[in-house]
Antibody, heavy 119, light 108 residues
Framework: QVQLVQSGAEVKKPGASLTLSCETS????????IHWVRQAPGQRLEWMGW????????KYSQKFQDRITITRDTSAGTVYLDLGSLTSEDTAVYYC????????????WGQGALVTVSS | EIVLTQSPATLSLSPGERATLSCRAS???????LAWYQHKPGQAPRLLIY???SRATGIPDRFSGSGSGTDFTLTITRLEPEDFAVYFC?????????FGQGTKVEIK
């Protein structure tokens, strides 16, 4: 069965960088786009970016353009989110989600990873 | 950017009752590319409905979606204990994909 398993919770200091992973299984990794979204406390979900693992193509939200990188390890079926220059406003639960390649809704999600940015 | 507004924020109902959740878009959603998800604390969100009215694989038929253009509805005909959760909508017609703020369905 399709699974997206994310790395665990993180605590970071302001100015630091963050790396989260999303390990996939149960399907052909290179065939489906993976998105990263996040939800800050009391806020709605916010799309951050995506990667097409087969082509190593990425697209990022303009909001994060200068400090986000999404990469993949094809041999491990894993996608990574790197986010730099963290501030307290980056405190959120981060999710990876698979894009249904026909209709483009998110058909499977990871369990989420809580990131806390605090001095 | 298209904004999705969900109402009500909280719905207090008893098991067996009917739940009606609304998602309104600030602009028309092309091709009814609107999805609904269920989210329980500490769990991965679960796809319920896509294309405004198509049930995802394995979703019970007590869940149904309807609507078009700017007004969409998720209906749960008879609430089961496991249905008490947060529900959010998402549009995926044009980037950036945006989400509603969620409706919490709680036990009355």
């Amino acid at each position: 069965q399709v699974q997206l398993v994310q790395s665990g919770a993180e605590v970071k200091k302001p100015g630091a960088s963050l790396t989260l992973s999303c390990e996939t299984s149960g399907y052909t990794f290179t065939s489906y786009t993976i998105h990263w979204v996040r939800q800050a406390p009391g806020q709605r979900l916010e799309w951050m970016g995506w990667i097409q693992p087969g082509r190593d193509l990425t697209k990022y939200s303009q909001k994060f353009q200068d400090r986000i990188t999404i990469t993949r390890d094809t041999s491990a079926g894993t996608v990574y989110l790197d986010l730099g220059s963290l501030t307290s406003e980056d405190t959120a639960v981060y999710y990876c989600a698979r894009d249904d390649f026909i209709h483009h809704h998110f058909d499977y999600w990871g369990q989420g990873a809580l990131v806390t940015v605090s001095s | 950017e298209i904004v999705l507004t969900q109402s009500p924020a909280t719905l207090s109902l008893s098991p067996g009752e009917r739940a009606t959740l609304s998602c309104r878009a600030s602009q028309s959603v092309t091709n009814n590319y609107l999805a609904w998800y269920q989210h329980k604390p500490g769990q991965a969100p679960r796809l319920l409905i896509y294309g405004a009215s198509s049930r995802a694989t394995g979703i019970p038929d007590r869940f149904s979606g309807s609507g078009s253009g700017t007004d969409f509805t998720l209906t749960i005909t008879r609430l089961e204990p496991e249905d008490f959760a947060v529900y959010f909508c998402q549009r995926y017609d044009t980037p950036p994909r945006t989400f509603g703020q969620g409706t919490k369905v709680e036990i009355k």
